[in-house]
């Protein structure tokens, strides 16, 4: 009778083990859940709507910052297989896009380089299609007319050797009105101040950096020339963080003195 006792006992227990064993299981699925979940959202988030892209170097300086972080809309042109996250790992051909909005002259607007379909730049939209585009003496000139420019207040900077310097800066007006600051670290006789004339090809589009001497863009026809619509990925629209160059984000303890404060939320134009 001991015995059986014993084994009855036993039993029980391993019965009454079993409810917090099924609730730990529920636990982990619904934490599983809830995961997996979270990263559909963020991927349909990143694929159709908002995609995050920091600024690794300077030349859209000065209206973009090294260790600016931004978001780019990716509806704003509508979507291509260049929306997609590692776009360059599927094999699909490109077939245009859907729901396409064209860019407008003006626009920062990330890209894949022409070069590779992978690389990711950002610069200004400055070509339309069938735009003439040529750099006269440091000048812009759309279609046979310089583009107006007026003088401001030298840019401080810091010149390839590590020194504070200031170079000139200038207000360009677009032919449909967009003003934005350009700066000519080389004065006017940069490599890329004295151009050919290029004409944009249909379906492309002309971009160039707005520090002008310090860009590798449309110009260079043999590194990045004309982007194809389908290249485009998404428009600039707002700062959502900045940290001063050389200081990674991910240092918080650095955040107090290195991030610039008055630059985030800043909208992008």
Known sequence: MERARVDHDTKHEIRAADPGSTGTWASIRETLKVGIQALLIALVVRTLLFQPFNIPSGSLVPTLLIGDYLFVSKYSYGYSKYSLPLSEYIPMKSDGRVWAAEPKRGDIAVFKLPKDNATDYIKRVIGLPGDKIQVVDGVLNINGKPVKRERIADYETIDPYGQATKVPQYLETLPNGIVHRVIERDGDNGFWDKTELYTVPPNHYFMMGDNRDNSTDSRDLANVGYVPFENFVGRA????????????????????????WNRIFNTIH
Do not use: C, H, L, Y
């Open 237 to 260: 629209e707002m700062i959502f963080f900045s940290i001063d160059e050389g200081t990674p984000a991910w240092q918080i303890w650095n955040w107090p003195a290195k991030v610039r």
